[in-house]
């Protein structure tokens, strides 16, 4: 079966500063993974995805991430943040064997960002 | 183009009755999700279509919860008899073909059980 955990339910950052959230995974088979971003009041949007290409990944709003087999780590991360950063965010696996593909979240870590 | 839209916004209902929530999917998408966001639990999958059938109804939580697709594009997820643990979001997601394909995200239903 697999597992996802984030890392710090409440992460805070001054604006411009790193912003790193922390994923780790569990899985028994080569793991696709993804992070969503959640403003108030509004659906999951795609930020960006790991499907065994390589292992850097970069997204939108200047996000990436980094797979990291060894560490079964999948932390987003953007240089600078920007006060429209501040969101919840949702990293995932997606379940493995057949073509079901159903998503397994991890509980999601809010970010605030102070000015 | 179009995303994925769900209806309505909001819900309130009492205990005890049923409740539908409807889910348009983009168009041209096969794969169809359902999943439910609460505070105590987290994102949770519900039930996954494939174009008309659903191979895969294990996360529904009880057999109050039903949902269909018809002609392939809209689908309704019906909760019966419903209770306050049933409040949360329901959101639903298309993919264009199920597997790793990215989901796209509806805005939800919140729903809140009196």
């Known amino acids: 079966a697999q597992s996802v955990t984030q890392l710090g339910s409440h992460v805070s950052v001054s604006e411009g500063a790193l912003v790193l959230l922390r994923c780790n995974y569990s899985?028994?088979?080569?793991?696709?993974l993804f992070w969503y971003v959640q403003y108030p009041n509004q659906g999951l949007q795609l930020l960006l995805k790991?499907?065994?290409?390589?292992?850097l990944v970069k997204g939108i709003n200047g996000f990436e991430a980094e797979f990291k087999k060894s560490e079964t780590s999948f932390h987003l991360t953007k240089p600078s943040a920007h006060m429209s950063d501040a969101a919840e965010y949702f990293c995932?696996?997606?379940?493995?064997?057949?073509?079901?593909?159903?998503?397994?979240f991890g509980k999601g870590t809010k970010l605030s960002v102070k000015p | 183009g179009a995303g994925v839209s769900q209806s309505p916004s909001n819900k309130v209902t009492e205990k005890g009755k049923d409740v539908e929530l409807r889910c348009d999917p983009i168009?041209?998408?096969?794969?169809l999700y359902w999943y439910r966001q609460s505070l105590g639990q987290g994102l949770e999958f519900l039930i996954y279509?494939?174009?008309?059938?659903?191979?895969?109804k294990s996360g529904l939580p009880s057999d109050r919860f039903s949902a269909e697709r018809t002609g392939g594009s809209v689908s309704t997820l019906t909760i019966q008899r419903t209770q306050q643990e049933d409040s949360a979001v329901y959101l639903c997601?298309?993919?264009?073909?199920?597997?790793?394909?990215?989901?796209?995200f509806g805005p939800g239903t919140r729903l809140t059980v009196l």
């Open positions: 995932a696996v997606r379940r493995g064997g057949g073509s079901q593909g159903n998503l397994i």
């Open positions: 279509f494939q174009g008309n059938s659903a191979p895969d």
């Open positions: 790991y499907t065994s290409a390589a292992t």
């Open positions: 997601a298309s993919s264009l073909d199920g597997g790793a394909d990215t989901q796209y």
């Open positions: 168009s041209g998408h096969t794969a």
């Open positions: 899985s028994s088979v080569p793991p696709y």
